[in-house]
């Protein structure tokens, strides 16, 4: 018996004048190129021509009783600031909050990514994810997008079974564990007080005192921080929102207008 091999054959039927096909694949497609001398630093120029200039302030750090985290709410390009009201702390869930700084659609996006991975990973193994687990499950994510564009400077704080967590993650797949930490343009401003003022046995107020006063500062010195300087604290009972202040008054608290001494007056002398 012969066997019926023809369906089996490689070669297709290919419909048309077979040049028609094989001239459209083999010219190389052509474009003109800048003319300049140096291509590469051409490049790099429209890059940055075209790359936003983001700004922002957020910082955490762990001290006695947990977690303190706090940030602003400006969200801007270059000199153009497009809102006043951006939430720049986000819940991951109960027990894990993240901070923005960078690309604005890339930290939510990651974020709310993040938050679904980690709720999985609760219903398939019958506990919380740890801060250190959700780290690394990010860090690794933002790994297999290097070089890609991406703009993620985040922090990772927590509470889970081994206590206060900490962590800074950002888009090269980097990944750091600390005790305090500031991320964004305004960062500089921030530390600056955070290191003056910390202290590991500070109380819960003390500590959110400290975050809010790094927070206005930072919104003074630095142009692309502002807004409302917004404060959580995360203890073993989950995350907690303790203020959100405007730093146009925070302003006045810290530095309080005070009452002028008139030295002379000036009085009309009446005519002769």
């Not at 602003?72 to 894990?96: L, T, W």
């Not at 302003?251 to 002769?272: D, F, L, R």
């Given at each position: 018996?012969?066997?019926?091999?023809?369906?089996?054959?490689?070669?297709?039927?290919?419909?048309?004048?077979?040049?028609?096909?094989?001239?459209?694949?083999?010219?190389?497609?052509?474009?003109?190129?800048?003319?300049?001398?140096?291509?590469?630093?051409?490049q790099?120029?429209?890059?940055?021509?075209?790359?936003?200039?983001?700004?922002?302030?957020?910082?955490?750090?762990?001290?006695?009783?947990?977690?303190?985290?706090?940030?602003?709410?400006?969200?801007?390009?270059?000199?153009?600031?497009?809102?006043?009201?951006?939430?720049?702390?986000?819940?991951?869930?109960?027990?894990?909050?993240?901070?923005?700084?960078?690309?604005?659609?890339?930290?939510?996006?990651?974020?709310?990514?993040?938050?679904?991975?980690?709720?999985?990973?609760?219903?398939?193994?019958?506990?919380?994810?740890?801060?250190t687990?959700?780290?690394?499950?990010?860090?690794?994510?933002?790994?297999?997008?290097?070089g890609?564009?991406?703009?993620?400077g985040?922090?990772?704080?927590?509470?889970?079974?081994?206590?206060?967590?900490?962590?800074?993650?950002?888009?090269?797949?980097?990944?750091?564990?600390?005790?305090?930490?500031?991320?964004?343009?305004?960062?500089?401003?921030?530390?600056?007080?955070?290191?003056?003022?910390?202290?590991?046995?500070?109380?819960?107020?003390?500590?959110?005192?400290?975050?809010?006063?790094?927070i206005?500062?930072?919104?003074?010195?630095?142009?692309?921080?502002?807004?409302?300087?917004?404060?959580?604290?995360?203890?073993?009972?989950?995350?907690?929102?303790?203020?959100?202040?405007?730093?146009?008054?925070?302003?006045?608290?810290?530095?309080?207008?005070?009452?002028?001494?008139?030295e002379?007056?000036?009085?009309?002398?009446?005519?002769?």
């Amino acid at each position: 018996m012969k066997l019926d091999t023809s369906g089996l054959e490689s070669a297709a039927p290919v419909w048309g004048a077979p040049n028609e096909l094989v001239d459209g694949f083999s010219t190389a497609p052509t474009f003109e190129l800048p003319n300049t001398t140096d291509f590469d630093g051409f490049q790099k120029e429209a890059i940055q021509m075209v790359k936003p200039a983001k700004g922002t302030t957020t910082l955490a750090f762990i001290f006695k009783e947990g977690v303190m985290v706090a940030a602003d709410s400006r969200a801007s390009m270059g000199g153009y600031i497009s809102s006043q009201s951006v939430k720049k702390i986000i819940e991951i869930n109960p027990y894990m909050l993240g901070t923005m700084a960078g690309g604005a659609a890339d930290c939510q996006f990651w974020h709310r990514n993040l938050g679904i991975k980690c709720r999985l990973h609760e219903l398939a193994n019958k506990r919380r994810i740890s801060v250190t687990g959700a780290s690394k499950l990010l860090a690794n994510i933002l790994y297999s997008y290097r070089g890609m564009g991406l703009s993620v400077g985040t922090m990772i704080a927590g509470w889970d079974e081994t206590g206060p967590g900490l962590y800074y993650v950002d888009s090269e797949g980097g990944r750091l564990k600390g005790m305090r930490f500031s991320v964004g343009s305004g960062s500089p401003y921030a530390y600056g007080v955070l290191d003056n003022g910390y202290q590991y046995d500070m109380s819960v107020e003390e500590a959110a005192e400290l975050a809010r006063r790094a927070i206005y500062h930072a919104t003074f010195r630095d142009g692309a921080s502002g807004g409302v300087a917004s404060v959580y604290y995360v203890g073993p009972n989950g995350w907690k929102k303790l203020s959100g202040d405007d730093v146009g008054e925070l302003h006045y608290k810290y530095y309080p207008v005070m009452p002028s001494t008139v030295e002379q007056e000036m009085v009309e002398v009446a005519g002769a």
